[in-house]
């Protein structure tokens, strides 16, 4: 093979070189435009932010978890995750475009605001006065008198306790073995 020689060449090679040139750096800018939003699903941020919103194609599974085989909502639904997190959105503004899209079931979790605040707190407020409540009725139980004997028992006969002890002790050689 002969040495090119790079000092004379024509002015069709040189538009073939610019060419060349200008097609190599479009597909490197077109190929960092879809590996972009690869890369941002692979970071904690993604995982994390997907982590807070359900899959919409029924499955009722966490989207990050979705496990449908060809699941086009949840790689729709990725695609624009990671489109917000490459563009720099807030996890507010993500949220929010969610929401306009599809409602506020797309939480994995109901937001903490409003009524939904009262919901996140009934079953600790539940437990706390069931408690209190098993433990006033334990101290009033307590409190509480004995009883009167009730007619015909063995405390209202009169019997004494010299009879009583005497028919434990007929009792006791009665059962031993």
Do not use: Y
């Amino acid at each position: 093979m002969r040495p090119v020689d790079m000092t004379k060449t024509t002015p069709r090679e040189n538009s073939i070189r610019v060419f060349l040139l200008t097609a190599v750096l479009l597909f490197t800018a077109a190929a960092t435009l879809f590996i972009l939003p690869a890369r941002a699903q692979k970071t904690d941020h993604a995982k994390q932010l997907g982590g807070k919103f359900m899959c919409m194609c029924g499955c009722n599974q966490i989207l990050t978890q979705c496990n449908h085989v060809g699941c086009q909502t949840s790689a729709a639904m990725l695609k624009e995750l990671d489109q917000g997190i490459a563009r720099g959105d807030s996890d507010d503004l993500i949220g929010q475009n969610f929401v306009q899209e599809f409602g506020i079931k797309v939480f994995s979790e109901p937001p903490k605001t409003g009524f939904n605040r009262v919901a996140w707190m009934i079953p600790g407020v539940s437990l706390a006065i069931g408690a209190l409540l098993v433990v006033l009725v334990i101290r009033s139980w307590r409190r509480s008198p004995a009883p009167a004997p009730a007619e015909g028992s063995v405390a209202a006969r009169g019997i004494s306790p010299e009879q009583l002890d005497r028919a434990r002790k007929l009792a006791d050689r009665e059962t031993e073995d």
